[in-house]
């Protein structure tokens, strides 16, 4: 059974940063596509950044410069750093998995941007 647990999540000032991590069990992340997605209330759920197999990250124009994705192969996580944050990165942020023919999704976390 494939699960993908994030973490790392909270309330945060303007400015501020915050690092959320996904780990997986029964998936190895190093063979899949892996991205983190948000969605924000009464707005659809949007990609912010993706790690392909091959390791091409590509991010949302509104956080290049500010989010940075990174996978450890080792421990089979992956993590989202955000700096300077704003509050209009309130989300509820999403790990997913993919590759041709399936994609596993985590149950989210709670990033609030609010002073």
């Known amino acids: 059974q494939v699960q993908l647990v994030e973490s790392g999540g909270g309330l945060v000032q303007p400015g501020g940063s915050l690092r959320l991590s996904c780990a997986g069990s029964?998936?190895?992340?190093?063979?899949?596509?892996m991205g983190w997605y948000r969605q924000a209330p009464g707005k659809e759920r949007e990609s912010v950044a993706t790690?392909?197999?091959?390791?091409?990250?590509g991010y949302a124009d509104s956080v290049k410069g500010r989010f940075t994705i990174s996978r450890d192969n080792a421990k089979n996580t992956v993590y989202l750093q955000m700096n300077r944050l704003k509050p209009e990165d309130t989300a509820v942020y999403y790990c997913?998995?993919?590759?041709?023919?399936?994609?596993?999704w985590g149950q989210g976390t709670q990033v609030t941007v609010s002073s």
């Open positions: 997913h998995a993919w590759r041709t023919g399936y994609d596993y």
């Open positions: 029964g998936i190895i992340f190093s063979v899949n596509h």
């Open positions: 790690f392909t197999s091959g390791g091409i990250t």
